[in-house]
């Protein structure tokens, strides 16, 4: 059981190091300048939901079979990423629609709607690398499924929110406002691009 939970450990923490993890909520963030609060507060929210499904398909793995994990992979590894890609093309199309393009908050901008859809994309993306300590803790019963499933909640929620305020304080160094007639489109490329490659990276 301690190899397990040291691979859990390992892969957790290499989980949270994972850029569209937090990137997508930090590029749009900046897009609609939310505060660093803020920030993290979507942070939480996005990486919560995805912790949950995670954590919930490891159960069920745990108790049925890994069979399932072949066809909720195939459907995961799609769906995320093209909400993702989806995402991006809404803010590449607000960008043009728009005579100015400055990086001010944009009040046509649905902000809840972008914050389910972050929440959203999360949850259909569970974390598939761990699901197998799951599969493999079960046999120890729900004690060691339980202390998987806060051990994986814990490093990854606290390496989002970490990375997400080192990230975003980072870029107050830079002058933004060379950035605004741009904002809009590049935030739109970086969800594209993130949610292109997370078609192939997993």
């Not at 890994?66 to 991006?88: D, H, N, T, Y």
Request: with cysteine.
């Amino acid at each position: 059981m301690t190899s397990i939970l040291l691979g859990s450990l390992l892969i957790s923490v290499l989980h949270a190091l994972i850029p569209n993890h937090w990137l997508p909520i930090l590029a749009i963030g900046k897009k609609e300048k939310w505060s660093l609060a803020e920030t993290m507060r979507v942070t939480f929210l996005s990486g919560f939901a995805h912790v949950v499904s995670t954590v919930l398909l490891g159960v069920l793995l745990a108790i049925f079979s890994i069979q399932l994990s072949q066809r909720i992979e195939k459907f995961s590894s799609f769906v995320a990423p093209v909400l993702l890609i989806l995402l991006g093309i809404y803010f590449l199309i607000q960008h043009y629609r728009h005579h100015h393009f400055h990086i001010h908050p944009d009040p046509s901008t649905d902000k809840k709607k972008i914050i389910f859809a972050l929440i959203g994309m999360m949850f259909l993306s569970p974390c598939l690398e761990i699901e197998g300590f799951f599969v493999m803790s079960g046999k120890y019963g729900w004690q060691y499924l339980m202390l998987l499933s806060v051990l994986y909640a814990l490093i990854s929620l606290t390496g989002m929110l970490f990375w997400i305020q080192v990230a975003y304080r980072a870029t107050l160094k830079y002058d933004w406002h060379k950035l605004e007639h741009n904002a809009g489109m590049i935030t739109g490329l970086i969800l594209v691009l993130t949610g292109i490659l997370s078609l192939y990276i997993h």
